[in-house]
């Protein structure tokens, strides 16, 4: 985004915020925020529901949506409310918070990095062969450093929208393929709970659009120039674009496993992604196979550039924060000591400072030492941990900041955002509890 203490604004970048139809050409952010928050573990989740249970719980992926959609909302609302990022926020609710953010991020980024790696790898095996999954991994990995590295804010942002509109509409189209059951579609709009369909349920509702990457939201409204309250409407719009495709994207998967995949006994691993595509290639030539597999490309490689920009802003923002006052002090210290917008941007993130890069390093390198055991995967007990204990945090914390003194009165929460918030926060500890125990027991 920047290669020095000033943010590169794009000269067609408006000061203001824009109205009518140059409200869609300055989308982005949210379309970011997609790309990262979906990757291989919501198309496997997806998939593994509609294979069990069909279409009947459509209506909890679509219940996911709408409860990320106010997640992300608080926080894009925090930050052009407060004019700080939410590591500003957490620092002033107390060391507690920080202190959990900065242990949580570096373990997940290790587990992560793994997962990330070989999510990219799998399509890249199917499609070209001639290497195992763990090498195309490790070339993806460091073709996503050397992208991540060397990219500004502007060309990134329309390398992942072209990334976006490839994964939409390849999975979109072969949802559309498969001809789905337009009255069981509809059915499952209906809320009902199959047997032991809950722990999918769950899996469903706070799994859509991503855990760690949500937080990262901020950043790429400031990078974009978006500065006060008057960006809010021009948020949500933003916000929402991203996350209908979210919700579109994810509807259209659950399709695509109830149709072909229903009563097979699939375990949840990214290869039952590859088994999809045998089926697809078997009933509708190897097109379709090869069609499903540049989307499942498309998805993984979109959701680790981000990351690897998004959650590496998130560090650098965390390195920063943790030489800061806290509690009372950062209540003082938060008049005047500060620059604010594109300017406070610049100065608390820099994206080519050592925190950030290490951290891209930190991605990149040691994990993949992960790659050389049998199944890289079997960390998904960790990962699944991992992004399970972030959600409440982020909900809990959203709650208490939006509705404090250190939000402007014109952004802090109404009844709906606080009603959204506490169900959000009410289930994502749910969430939590019911895996630790099915993990556990």
């Given at each position: 985004m920047t290669h020095d203490a000033r943010v590169q604004r794009d000269p067609a970048q408006p000061l203001t915020p824009p109205t009518g139809a140059a409200r869609l050409r300055s989308l982005g952010p949210g379309i970011l925020a997609a790309a990262a928050g979906v990757g291989a573990g919501d198309l496997v989740a997806t998939m593994v529901a509609g294979a069990e249970y069909g279409t009947a719980l459509l209506w909890a992926a679509l219940l996911g949506t709408v409860l990320k959609l106010a997640l992300g909302e608080g926080v894009g609302r925090w930050h052009l409310a407060s004019g700080t990022t939410l590591l500003d926020g957490w620092r002033r609710l107390g060391r507690w918070a920080t202190g959990f953010f900065a242990v949580y991020i570096v373990i997940w980024g290790f587990v992560y990095g793994a997962t990330a790696m070989s999510a990219v790898g799998l399509p890249l095996n199917a499609l070209f062969g001639g290497l195992s999954v763990r090498y195309w991994a490790m070339i993806a990995g460091v073709v996503g450093l050397a992208l991540v590295w060397a990219q500004r804010y502007q060309v990134f942002e329309k390398f992942m929208t072209a990334l976006v509109a490839l994964k939409f509409v390849t999975v979109v189209s072969v949802a559309v393929l498969v001809s789905p059951d337009l009255g069981a579609l509809a059915s499952g709009l209906v809320p009902r709970l199959p047997a032991g369909s809950t722990v999918y349920v769950l899996g469903l509702i706070g799994g859509v659009g991503g855990?760690?990457?949500?937080?990262?939201?901020?950043?790429?409204?400031?990078?974009?120039?978006?500065?006060?309250?008057?960006?809010?409407?021009?948020?949500?719009?933003?916000?929402?674009?991203?996350?209908?495709?979210?919700?579109?994207?994810?509807?259209?998967?659950?399709?695509?496993?109830?149709?072909?995949?229903?009563?097979?006994?699939?375990?949840?691993?990214?290869?039952?992604?590859?088994?999809?595509?045998?089926?697809?290639?078997?009933?509708?030539?190897?097109?379709?196979?090869?069609?499903?597999?540049?989307?499942?490309?498309?998805?993984?490689?979109?959701?680790?550039?981000?990351?690897?920009?998004?959650?590496?802003?998130?560090?650098?923002?965390?390195?920063?924060?943790?030489?800061?006052?806290?509690?009372?002090?950062?209540?003082?210290?938060?008049?005047?000591?500060?620059?604010?917008?594109?300017?406070?941007?610049?100065a608390r993130v820099v994206e080519r400072s050592w925190p950030y890069r290490g951290y891209l390093l930190?991605?990149?390198?040691?994990?993949?030492?992960?790659?050389?055991?049998?199944?890289?995967?079997?960390?998904?007990?960790?990962?699944?941990?991992?992004?399970?204990?972030?959600?409440?945090?982020?909900?809990?914390?959203?709650?208490?900041?939006?509705?404090?003194?250190?939000?402007?009165?014109?952004?802090?929460?109404?009844?709906?955002?606080?009603?959204?918030?506490?169900?959000?926060?009410?289930?994502?500890?749910?969430?939590?509890?019911?895996?630790l125990y099915q993990r556990l027991t």
């Open positions: 855990t760690i990457t949500m937080a990262a939201y901020g950043y790429w409204m400031f990078a974009k120039g978006w500065k006060g309250t008057g960006w809010l409407s021009m948020m949500r719009l933003d916000n929402a674009v991203g996350y209908v495709m979210t919700g579109v994207f994810v509807v259209a998967m659950l399709i695509v496993g109830s149709t072909l995949l229903l009563g097979q006994d699939l375990t949840e691993s990214d290869q039952g992604l590859l088994t999809l595509g045998e089926v697809l290639g078997a009933d509708y030539g190897q097109w379709a196979r090869i069609l499903f597999l540049v989307g499942f490309l498309a998805v993984t490689t979109s959701s680790l550039l981000g990351v690897w920009n998004g959650v590496s802003l998130l560090f650098a923002d965390t390195v920063r924060t943790v030489r800061l006052p806290h509690g009372r002090d950062a209540e003082e210290a938060a008049v005047g000591d500060e620059p604010a917008g594109d300017e406070a941007y610049a930190w991605l990149t390198i040691p994990p993949m030492v992960l790659l050389f055991i049998d199944r890289p995967f079997g960390l998904t007990l960790v990962y699944g941990v991992l992004g399970s204990v972030f959600m409440p945090f982020l909900a809990i914390t959203l709650m208490l900041l939006l509705n404090s003194r250190r939000v402007a009165a014109g952004g802090r929460s109404g009844w709906l955002s606080n009603v959204l918030l506490g169900a959000s926060s009410a289930l994502f500890l749910t969430l939590l509890v019911t895996d």
